[in-house]
């Protein structure tokens, strides 16, 4: 079964709104996740790197006030897109690691459509 | 910095037969992990995959295997007896070392979509 599991996996939004996205890792507890995007055809970019109980780390243009990240508990990150805009259509998708092995998990991913 | 080299958008396969798919990387550090992903148009990504850079086998899982070649810095999968739910889009990816500071993310290749035709 999933070891990561993100919700939701679809959402459908108004422009001007916000949307929050959960990632939790089920069987072990992560110190790091990491929120990546992907557009259609495209390979997925990391956009930032949620650390427990610090602030998240962003990639150079990703602006962090539009991508809010919180990362309250060893087994939650959350990502809020607020202030949906249309070009923030996309699949994004969160990964975690498990630091006892090698292996880094990934949720469901969550599409996201702002109309 | 690292970087990550898909030179196949797109690749066919016959079903049963085998398939390699290319993958290079470049990075200035020794120690470094090399995974590959399947994702399904579903959207999810399918671990397959992992080869360290000590590693001295190369790494198999099944029908995949990983061919390493180090001083070529290329990481082809093979997929041995394709079949027709192995069509998505293959992902490469490599693992930053193991630094102070360091989360270690994953840097993606552009990905390659497998079609395997019945």
């Known amino acids: 079964g999933a070891v990561v599991s993100q919700h939701p996996s679809w959402v459908i939004c108004k422009s001007g709104t916000s949307v929050k996205i959960e990632c939790r890792s089920l069987?072990?507890?992560?110190?790091?996740m990491f929120w990546y995007r992907q557009f259609p055809k495209q390979s997925l970019m990391l956009m930032a790197t949620?650390?427990?109980?610090?602030?998240?780390?962003?990639e150079q243009g990703v602006e962090k006030d539009k991508f809010l990240i919180n990362h309250a508990s060893l087994t939650l990150s959350t990502l809020t897109v607020t202030s949906a805009h249309p070009e923030d259509s996309s699949f994004y998708i969160c990964?975690?690691?498990?630091?006892?092995?090698?292996?880094?998990?990934f949720g469901q991913g969550t599409r996201l459509t702002v109309v | 910095a690292q970087k990550i080299t898909q030179t196949q958008p797109g690749m066919f396969v016959q079903e049963k037969e085998a398939v390699t798919l290319d993958c290079t990387y470049d990075t200035s550090d020794p120690s470094y992990g090399l995974f590959w992903y399947k994702q399904p148009s579903s959207g999810e990504m399918i671990f397959l995959i992992y080869?360290?850079?000590?590693?001295?086998q190369n790494a198999t899982e099944g029908r995949y295997s990983l061919n390493f070649q180090k001083a070529r810095k290329s990481a082809n999968l093979v997929i041995s007896a394709s079949q027709l739910g192995d069509s998505a889009m293959y992902f490469c990816a490599m693992r930053e070392p193991l630094r102070p500071g360091s989360a270690r993310q994953l840097t993606f290749g552009s990905g390659t979509q497998l079609t395997v035709l019945p």
């Open positions: 949620s650390n427990e109980g610090s602030k998240a780390t962003y």
């Open positions: 069987d072990f507890q992560a110190t790091t």
């Open positions: 990964s975690a690691r498990n630091p006892l092995n090698t292996e880094a998990f």
């Open positions: 080869q360290g850079s000590y590693d001295q």
